[in-house]
């Protein structure tokens, strides 16, 4: 096995893990609006937009990887169904 494949195999076998990660984060951390919401009231919030940027593409290259891996499960799922046809139901 190449470097290659085993770098793909690990991510296989990591994305059930990740998108559970995901899924257990809430939609809207109150914490994070609240300081945000005391920062903008006290006039201190600074707008950091390297970081944004960085967020930005680090969600870009995790939605590129999920669409891959479910690119990839399609067409495993479409090939395996052409090798193993259902049964003919005729009888």
Do not use: C
């Amino acid at each position: 096995m190449t470097k290659e494949n085993d770098k793909w195999s690990f991510l296989r076998r990591k994305i059930p893990d990740l998108d559970q990660l995901i899924r257990a984060v809430p939609d809207i951390r109150e914490d994070k609006v609240e300081q945000i919401r005391q920062k903008l009231q006290q006039g201190t919030y600074r707008i950091e937009a390297e970081k944004i940027a960085e967020k930005m593409m680090q969600d870009h290259m995790m939605d590129e990887i999920y669409r891959y891996f479910a690119r990839v499960k399609r067409r495993k799922s479409a090939r395996s169904k052409k090798s193993n046809p259902p049964p003919d139901s005729d009888e």
